[in-house]
């Protein structure tokens, strides 16, 4: 491998999960440096975003596929400070954020460089280590398996996370209008100042007959949902005929009782994806497209992550206990004690 100076260090700092649980689980621990193998990069990581899927780990319920480190953590942004042996597009002192599939709770982590982008002008390394985790998901889910297209109308649910935020930002930069839902009248007033058309407060309002009103009686074609349970039948309610409804999680758990006519009758669409256990070259195709489509409207400033709230990496725990409250609106971030310096 070549390495951008002679003395990195032989331990890091890390977070592991001590055993399936509650946030109190995380704690810092010494590593060894994650081993480089060819193709990849090892980035001295400055920024690492919290994301759903790390609580999902934590609790003992979505462990990292094989071959994936077991620290928590996938996406991440730093500075290149190594490369293996075939790597032709990155080298040492590249300023990089990446989609990995574990270890980014970390001082240091490896990457394959196809799944690595270069942080886009403009953009700060935290607003970096914002996007990988994010933009991927809504890239597949919203644009590649819902099929949006400009002048429909997307409906999506969890409108202050960071899932919720992305997919507002793109869908109205790529022409559509957005409805979003959200728990209280601080957060509509959020998701309207980041360019959503309406927002339904759930806790007010019914969001199937808000959403049928909002469109004149047609319905969303395509609705965004994090929630499952009990919504996968007002998703159904709520479509517009040939809609199509893309499940990327399920907080309130499985749908119990489901009449599946609403699907037949109005030739829906429901489709689901996840993204960590993709392969490198499926992720480097996303990356490409994001690349090519997203990372310019990011330079242009059309678009901007939305950032709530960092952390120190050693206090993982308390950025878990933040995610799980729900009373963030856009991304919480997890900084390294080499964060300053790197940025």
């Known amino acids: 491998m070549s390495l951008a100076c002679d003395n990195l260090p032989i331990t890091m700092l890390a977070i592991d999960i001590r055993q399936p649980g509650g946030p109190e689980e995380l704690v810092a621990a010494n590593h060894p440096l994650p081993p480089l193998n060819d193709g990849q990069l090892l980035v001295q990581v400055a920024a690492a975003g919290v994301n759903r899927p790390d609580l999902l780990q934590r609790r003992g319920v979505y462990p990292p596929p094989p071959g994936a480190s077991l620290v928590p953590g996938l996406e991440i942004s730093g500075k290149v400070v190594a490369v293996g042996k075939g790597v032709s597009r990155y080298q040492a002192g590249d300023r990089v954020c990446a989609l990995i599939a574990g270890g980014g709770y970390a001082e240091y982590c490896v990457v394959h460089e196809s799944n690595a982008l270069p942080v886009p002008a403009g953009l700060s390394l935290l607003e970096a280590a914002a996007l990988p985790e994010t933009f991927f998901t809504v890239w597949v889910n919203v644009f590649q398996r819902?099929?949006?297209?400009?002048?429909?109308?997307?409906?999506?649910?969890?409108?202050?996370?960071?899932?919720?935020?992305?997919?507002?930002?793109?869908?109205?930069?790529?022409?559509?209008?957005?409805?979003?839902?959200?728990?209280?009248?601080?957060?509509?007033?959020?998701?309207?100042?980041?360019?959503?058309?309406?927002?339904?407060?759930?806790?007010?309002?019914?969001?199937?007959?808000?959403?049928?009103?909002?469109?004149?009686?047609?319905?969303?074609?395509?609705?965004?949902?994090?929630?499952?349970?009990?919504?996968?039948?007002?998703?159904?309610?709520?479509?517009?005929?040939?809609?199509?409804?893309?499940?990327?999680?399920?907080?309130?758990?499985?749908?119990?009782?489901?009449?599946?006519?609403?699907?037949?009758?109005?030739?829906?669409?429901?489709?689901?994806?996840?993204?960590?256990?993709?392969?490198?070259?499926?992720?480097?195709?996303?990356?490409?497209?994001?690349?090519?489509?997203?990372?310019?409207?990011?330079?242009?400033?059309?678009?901007?992550?939305?950032?709530?709230?960092?952390?120190?990496?050693?206090?993982?725990?308390?950025?878990?206990?933040?995610?799980?409250?729900?009373?963030?609106?856009?991304?919480?971030?997890?900084?390294?004690?080499?964060?300053?310096?790197?940025?």
């Open 146 to 343: 819902g099929h949006l297209q400009a002048g429909e109308t997307v409906l999506i649910h969890g409108g202050t996370s960071g899932i919720g935020t992305v997919a507002t930002m793109l869908a109205k930069a790529f022409g559509a209008r957005v409805i979003v839902t959200v728990g209280s009248a601080s957060k509509c007033q959020a998701v309207l100042a980041l360019g959503a058309d309406a927002a339904i407060n759930y806790h007010e309002q019914d969001f199937v007959a808000e959403t049928r009103r909002l469109t004149a009686g047609q319905g969303a074609d395509v609705i965004v949902d994090i929630i499952g349970g009990d919504y996968v039948a007002k998703n159904y309610a709520a479509a517009a005929m040939n809609g199509r409804i893309v499940q990327i999680g399920i907080q309130n758990g499985a749908a119990r009782e489901l009449d599946l006519m609403p699907m037949l009758s109005k030739r829906l669409t429901h489709t689901g994806s996840t993204l960590r256990s993709r392969s490198v070259a499926e992720k480097a195709a996303i990356a490409q497209e994001l690349e090519q489509k997203v990372w310019p409207l990011l330079a242009a400033g059309q678009i901007k992550p939305q950032i709530f709230r960092t952390f120190a990496l050693k206090d993982a725990a308390q950025a878990h206990a933040l995610m799980e409250s729900s009373a963030h609106v856009g991304k919480i971030m997890l900084l390294t004690p080499a964060f300053e310096s790197l940025e």
